[in-house]
């Protein structure tokens, strides 16, 4: 079975780094573009960032550029978000999505369950 | 960035009635290949999302096909056709043919 798996909210100060994992299963993410969706309590949902199949394009939502940024271990089987100098405004449960390309790309096909990031002093 | 923007934001529906959120972007969202990259998305209370609906008019396996998805160019809709218990939550169009990928404010779906 087709399954992600994120980890690592947390409760964390204005200023502070995060690393959230997304630990796939049943396939194997080198072979897929990987994207970071979240969801802002009491609004809707936000793309935030992509890396592409090898992780060498990495595609980044204005809001998270030069502080988000993502990394894969292949070996581990697994998706990072690295978030830095995190703001209360990047409070949000954040997922991990695949995009699947049979036949057609742009298929948002597998979505984690999700990782609460409250950012609070 | 392209600004996605649903109609209604809310919807209370009878069970067993028809229901349709309709979705405009600001601008066209036909990529460059020919395709037209938009999704509907589903979230179910205390659920993560998941697409029903992909290029417009397309069900991914296991979706009930009380949904439907249909539009062009920049004017699109998703149709419930018999509205049930379990559809109750919160839908959104999603545009990724453009980065940044955006997706609508969001239309909840709630039963009379």
């Known amino acids: 079975e087709v399954q992600l798996v994120e980890s690592g909210g947390d409760l964390v100060q204005p200023g502070g780094s995060l690393r959230l994992s997304c630990a796939a299963s049943?396939?194997?993410?080198?072979?897929?573009?990987m994207h970071w969706v979240r969801r802002v309590p009491g609004k809707g949902l936000v793309w935030i960032v992509s890396?592409?199949?090898?992780?060498?394009?990495?595609m980044h939502a204005d809001s998270v550029k030069g502080r988000f940024t993502v990394a894969r271990d292949n070996a581990k089987n697994t998706l990072y978000l690295q978030m830095n100098s995190l703001r209360v405004d990047d409070t949000a449960v954040y997922y991990c999505?695949?995009?699947?390309?049979?036949?057609?790309?742009?298929?948002?096909?597998?979505w984690g369950q999700g990782t609460l990031v409250t950012v609070s002093s | 960035d392209i600004v996605m923007t649903q109609t209604p934001l809310s919807s209370p529906v009878t069970l067993g009635q028809p229901a349709s959120i309709s979705c405009r972007s600001s601008?066209?969202?036909?990529?460059?290949?020919?395709?037209?990259?938009l999704s509907w998305v589903q979230q179910r209370p205390g659920q993560p999302p998941r697409v029903l609906i992909y290029?417009?008019?397309n069900r991914f396996s296991g979706v009930p096909d009380r949904f439907s998805g249909s539009g062009a160019g920049a004017d699109f809709t998703l149709k419930i056709s018999r509205v049930e218990a379990e559809d109750v939550g919160l839908y959104y169009c999603?545009?990724?043919?453009?980065?940044?990928?955006?997706f609508g404010q969001g239309t909840k779906l709630e039963i009379k």
């Open positions: 999505v695949r995009e699947d390309c049979s036949g057609h790309c742009k298929k948002f096909d597998t």
């Open positions: 049943g396939f194997t993410v080198s072979g897929y573009w």
């Open positions: 890396s592409n199949d090898d992780g060498r394009t990495i």
């Open positions: 601008q066209s969202l036909v990529h460059s290949d020919g395709n037209t990259y």
């Open positions: 290029k417009i008019s």
């Open positions: 999603m545009q990724a043919t453009h980065f940044p990928y955006t």
